[in-house]
C-alpha cells in the first residue's frame, strides 16, 4: 500500500489496481464520496434547467419570458472569473480550502431553492430573476470547488472510475428536480415542494462537513494574484508552451466529431418519422440507461486500461458509434414506424450513448489529470469551460450543414471531424506511456 500525494487516503500500488475484484475498486471512501459530489453538483442544476420552468409556468409566466431565464445560467459559464479565490482562500479555517466552500455553497443551495416557495412569479419576477442568478452563481461555485476536491482526493489511476460514478450521480440528481418534485406539485403546494427539493442539499453538506481535506489542499497559492498567474504560468512552462497549445487543441477536438453528431438529435429523430413517444421512451430512457452503464463500464476499465489507454480505445468506439446514425440516416426517413424501425432506433441510441459515455469519461479524466493539485480549482475550471464554449458555437452550423449535405452526409462529415483529435493522441497520451501530462 502507497499514500497517493494528492489524497488523504492510502491507495493500493498502481500496478496492483488491476487485479482487483470490481467491488473493491467501486466500495471504497474515495468512490462514496464521488457519489456525494456527484449528487450535490446535478441537483441544483436540474432544478434551474426543469423544474424552475415548470413553476414558472404553473404561474402563467410567457414561454418567451421562461426561455429567456436560460440568461441567469450564465454564471456556469463565467465560474473561471472567480475560481482564483477557491485556490486562494479558505472561507472557513478549520475545514480547509476545498471542504469550506463546498459546504457555504451547498448551505446556500439548500436556503435559496427553499426560498423560491415564498415568491410569486407573476408579482415579484424581478426577484425570482436576482435569486436564479444567486441560485446559479453558488451552483457554479459549487461545481468549482467539488471538481477541485475529487481530483485531489483521486490518484492518477482512480481518476476513470471516480469521474464515472460522480458523472453517473449528477445524472440520477436529476430525477429529483426533474420527476419526483414535479409529481409532488400535483399534490402539494409549491412552497412545500421546494422545501422538499432544497433538502435534498443536505447529504452534500453533511459530506463536506464530516470528510477529510485533501493533503494537496495545503499547497496553496500565497496571493490573490499568484492565484491568478501561477496556474497559468505552471501550465505553460510545464512542457512548454507549444505543447501546452497542443493540449488545448486536442481539448477542442477530441469530443467534436461526437458533439456534433448528437446536437441535433432529437430532431434527426422526429425527422426520420419516430414519434414525440418514441423519443421520450426510447431516446431519453434507453439513452439514460446506455449513458449510466457505458460510465460505470468506462470507470472500471479504466483502472485496468490507463487513461492514456482508454482515451484510444473509448475514443475509437465514440468515433464508430456514428456510424450507427449514418445506418438509422440510410434507411429513413420511414413511411410507416412499427417494431422493427423502434427495434433499431433503440440499438441506434444504446450503441451512441454508450459509446459515448466511455469517450467522455476518459476524456473528463485527461482533463482532471493534467491539472497541477496546487492551481485545480482554476485549471479545471479553465478547462472545461474552454471545452465547452467552442463545441457550443461550432455546433450552431449543424442545422445548415444538414440542410445543405443531408443527414447521412453530415454524420459521415461527423466522424472525418473526429479524426483529427484521434491522431493527436499519438503525442498526447502514447499507448505505453501513462502519464505524459504529469
Known amino acids: 500500500m502507497t499514500t497517493d500525494p494528492n489524497t488523504t487516503q492510502p491507495n493500493v500500488a498502481a500496478d496492483d489496481l488491476s487485479q482487483l475484484p470490481w467491488y473493491r475498486l467501486i466500495f471504497t471512501k474515495q468512490m462514496l464520496t464521488c457519489i456525494f459530489t456527484g449528487f450535490s453538483s446535478g441537483l441544483p442544476l436540474f432544478f434551474i434547467i426543469q423544474l424552475l420552468p415548470a413553476w414558472l409556468l404553473s404561474y402563467g409566466v410567457t414561454v418567451k419570458t421562461i426561455a429567456a431565464f436560460s440568461l441567469t445560467q450564465l454564471p456556469y459559464v463565467l465560474k473561471f472569473l472567480w475560481a482564483p479565490l477557491l485556490d486562494r482562500y479558505s472561507l472557513i479555517p478549520f475545514l480547509g480550502r476545498r471542504r469550506s466552500w463546498m459546504l457555504v455553497t451547498q448551505i446556500g443551495l439548500l436556503i435559496g431553492i427553499a426560498v423560491y416557495g415564498m415568491l410569486d412569479p407573476q408579482a415579484q419576477l424581478k426577484w425570482v430573476v436576482i435569486l436564479s442568478i444567486v441560485v446559479s452563481f453558488l451552483s457554479a461555485t459549487q461545481d468549482v470547488a467539488v471538481d477541485a476536491f475529487r481530483r485531489e482526493i483521486l490518484s492518477d489511476q482512480e481518476l476513470g472510475l471516480g469521474n464515472s460514478i460522480h458523472v453517473n450521480a449528477y445524472k440520477i440528481a436529476g430525477f429529483v428536480p426533474g420527476a419526483l418534485s414535479l409529481i409532488l406539485a400535483d399534490h402539494l403546494p409549491w412552497h412545500t415542494v421546494f422545501i422538499v427539493t432544497a433538502l435534498f442539499m443536505l447529504p452534500g453538506a453533511l459530506m463536506s462537513l464530516f470528510v477529510k481535506e485533501p493533503a494537496a489542499s495545503k499547497f496553496a497559492p500565497k496571493t490573490l494574484i499568484s492565484s491568478v498567474v501561477e496556474p497559468f504560468v505552471e501550465f505553460f512552462n510545464r512542457q512548454g508552451w507549444k505543447y501546452a497549445l497542443f493540449i488545448l487543441a486536442f481539448m477542442l477536438l477530441y469530443k467534436l466529431g461526437d458533439s456534433m453528431a448528437t446536437a441535433l438529435q432529437s430532431t434527426f429523430i422526429l425527422k426520420m418519422g419516430f414519434s414525440k413517444t418514441d423519443l421520450g421512451t426510447i431516446n431519453k430512457g434507453i439513452g439514460l440507461a446506455s449513458s449510466i452503464a457505458g460510465g460505470i463500464f468506462a470507470g472500471i476499465w479504466m483502472l485496468r486500461l490507463g487513461i492514456n489507454k482508454a482515451l484510444w480505445v473509448f475514443g475509437f468506439a465514440q468515433t464508430l458509434a456514428i456510424l450507427a446514425f449514418v445506418v438509422l440516416a440510410h434507411y429513413g426517413p420511414f413511411e410507416t414506424i412499427g417494431g422493427r424501425e423502434r427495434m433499431l432506433l433503440a440499438i441506434v441510441i444504446a450503441a451512441e ?13 485527461f482533463i482532471a489529470r493534467t491539472t497541477n493539485p496546487a492551481y485545480t480549482a482554476l485549471q479545471l475550471a479553465l478547462f472545461t469551460s474552454l471545452t465547452a464554449v467552442p463545441r457550443s458555437l461550432i455546433n450552431a452550423s449543424t442545422g445548415w450543414l444538414v440542410e445543405r449535405m443531408g443527414w447521412e452526409s453530415f454524420f459521415y462529415l461527423c466522424m472525418v471531424l473526429a479524426i483529427p483529435g484521434m491522431l493527436m493522441l499519438f503525442k ?11
Do not use: C
Request: charged letters at 10%; aromatic letters at 12%.
Open 353 to 365: 450513448t454508450f459509446a459515448m459515455s466511455l469517450g467522455t469519461m476518459a476524456f473528463v479524466s
Open 428 to 438: 498526447i497520451a502514447p499507448w505505453h506511456e501513462d502519464h505524459r501530462v504529469n
